[in-house]
């Protein structure tokens, strides 16, 4: 069923949770808040309230859903900074206090928020499908000590403003966070799949532009 953002003519298919056997899905926790989305600017901290947990994997998925939205490059780079802030809480083992308020508190307009939501449903929902619970040593891989680097260096690869350079971490951050509250180990090794390939492309894509200024800039020296 097709159904508008009230106040926004923004349309979206709504995931049908009543007809879907089983319990409710992060899709379609989406789906009802964007059909009521607060008034003026929605906060992460809406969007954390919604999702209803404070989980590692409810957390990372709202720091994570604006980071694979069709927002212009300049402006994805500011998305990122919760998921880096994140990030360096969980390096010094403070991942579960939350975000701090400040974080929370940050905003965006109604309709941007609609239109970032709007666009990530139906890869959400066809994500979900795929998931069940298996694999349990990957699906518990926040446990390892080295995650919370993991994360953190995913969020600085989704700092370099190039194209494809916030896509392929945030992609990666979904299927992780989506692993960890289905608790899906083929998830999660797909995310860390995805992860690798960001982090080489990035080392691939860094060390040639640099060798490519280094050559230009000797270019012009040389008399």
């Given at each position: 069923?097709?159904?508008p ?47 209803g ?23 994805s ?25 400040w ?11 609609a ?63 989506l ?23 990035a ?21």
């Amino acid at each position: 069923m097709t159904a508008p953002v009230p106040g926004e003519g923004v349309f979206y298919d709504e995931p049908a949770a009543a007809s879907r056997p089983g319990p409710e899905r992060t899709s379609d926790v989406l789906a009802r808040f964007l059909a009521e989305l607060p008034e003026g600017r929605v906060t992460i901290g809406d969007l954390m309230r919604a999702l209803g947990d404070r989980s590692l994997g409810t957390v990372l998925l709202a720091l994570s859903i604006p980071t694979v939205s069709p927002v212009p490059l300049g402006v994805s780079v500011l998305f990122n900074l919760p998921v880096l802030l994140f990030s360096i809480q969980l390096l010094f083992g403070r991942g579960d206090a939350g975000l701090p308020g400040w974080l929370s508190r940050r905003s965006v307009a109604r309709s941007t928020a609609a239109r970032m939501i709007t666009a990530v449903l139906p890869r959400l929902t066809g994500i979900e499908r795929m998931l069940q619970p298996r694999l349990p040593s990957l699906a518990r891989i926040d446990r390892r000590s080295w995650f919370p680097l993991l994360i953190f260096i995913l969020a600085l690869v989704a700092f370099v403003p190039l194209p494809l350079m916030g896509w392929l971490p945030g992609f990666a951050l979904v299927f992780l966070a989506l692993g960890l509250i289905e608790r899906d180990g083929a998830a999660v090794g797909f995310g860390l799949a995805l992860a690798a390939g960001a982090v080489l492309f990035a080392s691939v894509l860094v060390s040639g532009l640099s060798y490519a200024g280094h050559e230009l800039l000797a270019g012009v020296t040389d008399p």
